[in-house]
């Protein structure tokens, strides 16, 4: 049983369109996040929600919107898809609890081309 | 701003020997700290965490030690097996629950 599945796991895509990467949990953790890592191994937030409500939202193109229709679900939907936007994009969870980290997904590899 | 870095991409090591992965951070905010093990096409694993409290948290064959004064923190898997060769990843955690994550060493245990 997977505990954080994100769809699709790989995403191949023309400039221009528009995409969106679904996440769930079931966890039962009232937080969620995505992050991005781009081509230097970098992970970086993007954003992330407690319980439905956007508590991180990073300099992030505003062609970036997630979406949380509850508190197991945190999709993410890019409009307009730039060469730039090419990455692996990671959902996670947590507890809220600092020390006991976050339980990832296992990816999603867009490329835009 | 790299706020946490990790200096060596990479690591080799031979099975049953010491393996110590290194980070450094700038910002003293930072209260958590987590080391994460990421396996190729699979999302990072939570391997061990300590406290900013603490210098020293132990689990089985994993140890971190985190030197505030210097804002280094170390990883040390003892004894490495070939199972360990992975990418590890420090992250560092202030408000919000926000980790900040290092870029990674991959390490290698040979047999």
């Known amino acids: 049983d997977t505990a954080v599945s994100q769809t699709p796991k790989y995403l191949v895509t023309q400039m221009g369109n528009d995409k969106s990467i679904k996440c769930e949990q079931n966890l039962g953790h009232d937080t969620m996040y995505w992050y991005k890592q781009d081509s230097k191994k970098f992970l970086k937030i993007m954003f992330s929600?407690?319980?439905?409500?956007?508590?991180i939202n990073e300099t992030v193109p505003n062609r970036f919107s997630p979406k949380s229709p509850d508190k197991a679900h945190l999709n993410l939907h890019i409009n307009s898809l730039e060469l730039g936007d090419s990455a692996v994009y990671f959902c996670?969870?947590?507890?809220?609890?600092?020390?006991?980290?976050?339980?990832f997904g296992s990816g999603t590899r867009l490329t835009v081309v | 701003d790299q706020q946490v870095k990790q200096n060596s991409p990479s690591l080799s090591v031979q099975e049953g020997r010491i393996s110590i992965l290194n980070c450094d951070y700038t910002n003293s905010m930072f209260d958590y700290f987590l080391w994460y093990k990421k396996y190729p096409a699979e999302g990072p694993t939570f391997l061990i965490s300590?406290?900013?409290?603490?210098d020293k948290n132990e689990d089985g064959r994993f140890t971190v030690f985190l030197n505030k004064s210097a804002k280094h923190l170390s990883l040390h898997i003892v004894p490495s097996q070939p199972g360990d060769s992975a990418v590890y990843f420090c992250a560092a955690t202030a408000e919000k629950g926000k980790s900040t994550f290092g870029d990674g060493t991959t390490l290698t245990v040979k047999p």
């Open positions: 929600y407690n319980n439905k409500e956007l508590i």
């Open positions: 300590i406290s900013s409290i603490k």
């Open positions: 996670a969870s947590s507890q809220a609890r600092e020390d006991y980290g976050y339980t």
